[in-house]
Structure formats: C-alpha cells, structure tokens
C-alpha cells in the first residue's frame, strides 16, 4: 500500500559528504514522520534522524552537528545531507516512514529497502 524507495549511498571518502533521498508513493493522506535509520555489521540498527511536519527534527548523537535531514513532505521525500563522513558511518541506511493512509487514520510503518554507505579512511 505504500512504498519507500531510498537511494544515494556509494562510496565516499572520509572527510567527504553525501546526500541520500527516499520517496514514499503509494495510498498517502498525511505523512506523520519520515526519517533514516543506519545498520552497520555486527551492530544494531541505530537512528540517524527523523523529520516531521513542522520540520521538528531528532538527530542521533552520532551524526548531530555533521548530518542534517530536509523534506519535501508535499512530495512526500525526505533527504539526508550527509558531511564529513567518517568511516564510523559506514552502514546500510533504511529510510523509515509512518504513513496515514486515509481519513480513517488507519496507519502504515515501514521500510525502505536500504542504500550502502561506504566510507574508506
């Protein structure tokens, strides 16, 4: 019912920046919150950061000071700047959403299906 397509990871160097997007498409009343979530080898799933409407944002201490999230919520995409990376950043990263998907509020949460993010030193 809905989608989330995330994109942008590659490789990059340390000191370095990018940026990654993920779109939701699909059944989309209203967005509550869009945000990125990262998962290195041998390591749990941590936040990264979450945006919602009003642009109230959360940042993992992480990445505080380094990454910043955007969105276009009327286009349902949110981005993440990504700058001086450091190969500690190095994970998968997962766009997550929760979605309203119509008038009777009923709600969807999920995933999308992970971009690499690769930082050599």
């Known amino acids: 019912q809905v989608r989330l397509v995330d994109s942008g990871g590659r490789l990059a160097q340390a000191g370095g920046s990018l940026r990654l997007s993920c779109t939701a498409s699909g059944k989309i009343f209203r967005v509550n919150y869009m945000g990125w979530y990262r998962e290195a080898p041998g390591k749990q799933r941590e936040l990264v950061a979450t945006?919602?409407?009003?642009?109230?944002?959360t940042y993992g201490d992480s990445v505080k000071g380094r990454f910043i999230i955007s969105a276009d919520l009327p286009k349902n995409t949110v981005y993440l700047q990504m700058d001086s990376l450091k190969p500690d950043d190095t994970a998968v990263y997962y766009c997550?959403?929760?979605?309203?998907?119509?008038?009777?509020?009923?709600?969807?949460?999920?995933w999308g299906q992970g971009t690499q993010v690769t930082v050599s030193s």
């Open positions: 997550n959403a929760e979605i309203v998907m119509g008038p009777d509020y009923s709600t969807w949460h999920g």
């Open positions: 945006i919602s409407p009003g642009s109230s944002t």
